[in-house]
């Protein structure tokens, strides 16, 4: 970094790196091929930018962490989404996500439909996270249980549960007919 950047680097974090420095605590976990991809990245962004006129100044830990996840031809969420909901996939990455959340509901949804983007958005959050790490992209990704359904089974089975409880006691669904046993097991008699 010294090498690229010089003085603006130097000023800012100095000559010798410190292994408690918020930069080593960033940048934690990653791999040397990912870090690769980083700086590799870094140039590109720098050359981009030499024929502007803009002063080019190293990028902070978090932006040089993105560098280097930064997988080439990756489309952002929205554009995924976008290519998601008319079917056509620019990277093998957008089509398994898509698949993943189900083609049949992309093809009739909008683009505002919130609910579904979510879901859409965190497969590919988890296939980005694949191609970033170098892994196969394809593979099961486990289905998230949403708040709202995740209720909704709940209550199914519970409301299950009290009809399975009911015909097992032979207890009549009608409700005068449910009256009229109860009324009876307790020794009541009413006029009809």
Request: hydrophobic share 40%; charged share 25%.
């Amino acid at each position: 970094m010294t090498q690229t950047y010089g003085h603006k680097w130097t000023s800012s974090f100095g000559e010798v790196p410190k292994a408690d420095h918020a930069w080593a605590k960033i940048l934690g976990g990653l791999t040397g091929v990912q870090i690769a991809n980083g700086l590799r990245r870094m140039i590109e962004v720098a050359a981009a930018n030499a024929g502007t006129g803009k002063e080019s100044w190293p990028p902070d830990a978090t932006e040089f962490r993105a560098m280097c996840l930064h997988v080439q031809g990756l489309p952002t969420v929205d554009q995924a989404w976008t290519e998601a909901l008319m079917g056509k996939y620019s990277h093998e990455a957008v089509r398994i996500a898509a698949e993943a959340t189900g083609t049949f509901d992309l093809r009739s949804a909008k683009h505002s439909d919130k609910a579904l983007f979510q879901r859409f958005e965190r497969n590919y959050a988890i296939v980005q996270r694949r191609a970033q790490n170098a892994q196969p992209l394809d593979g099961k990704i486990a289905q998230g249980i949403e708040h709202d359904s995740g209720m909704k089974a709940q209550l199914a089975r519970s409301h299950q549960e009290a009809r399975d409880l009911v015909a097992a006691q032979n207890i009549p669904t009608d409700p005068k007919a449910a009256r009229a046993l109860l009324l009876a097991k307790l020794g009541i008699r009413r006029p009809a």
